[in-house]
C-alpha cells in the first residue's frame, strides 16, 4: 500500500495570534514534523495545502457586508462569513515558522477564486473545479492519505470526506488536528463524521507502527 502524509492549512492565521486563530492550533506543529520525519525515513511523499485566498475574497465578512460568525450565501452555496485571512502573499498566509517545510514535497493553493470556497485540499466548495492534489496523488500510485492539520472542522473535515469519496483509505491524525469551534464540540463532531464516512482516527504512534 502507497501512502502519503497530507497537511492541511499549517498557517500563520490558523495559529494563536492570527487572523483566523484556532485554539492550540500551533501545538499541532511538532506533530507534523514528527509525521514529515516517519515519511521521509518510510519514502512516503508529502502534500501541503494552503489557504491562499485573494484580498477581495467573498468569504470575508467584510466583502459580504456581514458579521464574521454569521452564515450567509456566496454564489448559490452556503457559506460561514469569515476574518480577512491568508490573503496571498502575506506574512498571515505562510507556513508556521517551525514547520520543517523543506519536508514538503508539493503545495496545493486553494481558495484562490474570489467568488467561491475552498475547505477541501481536492475540490472547491460547489465541486466545480479540482486542485492538482488528485492527479498528483494518483501519479504516485497512493491509495492511503493519514491526514492533519488546521482545522478539524473546516478544512480537514471537507479534505478527508473528499479523499474517501474519491476511494483513498484514508486515516486522520487526530492528535495533529484543532477545531475552530464556531459552536463548542464542532471539532469531537467532524471527528465522528469522518469516522462515519469510513476514516480511521489515528495516534501517531499507530501512524509509525503501521497499523
Ligand atoms: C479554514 C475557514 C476558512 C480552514 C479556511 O483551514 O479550516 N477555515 N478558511
Ligand atoms: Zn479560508
Known sequence: MNSALLLIDLQNDFCPGGALAVADGDAVINIANQAMAFCRRSGFPVAASLDWHPRHHGSFAVNAGANVGDTGVLDGLSQVWWPVHCVQD??????????HQQWIDKKILKGRQPEIDSYSAFFDNGHRRQTELDDWLRALDITHLTVMGLATDYCVKYTVLDALSLGYRTDVLTEGCRGVNLNAGDDVKALEEMRRHGARLVTLDEMMRGD
Do not use: E
Not at 90 to 99: C, D, F, K, V
Open 90 to 99: 502575506t506574512p498571515g498566509a505562510r507556513l508556521h515558522p517551525q514547520l
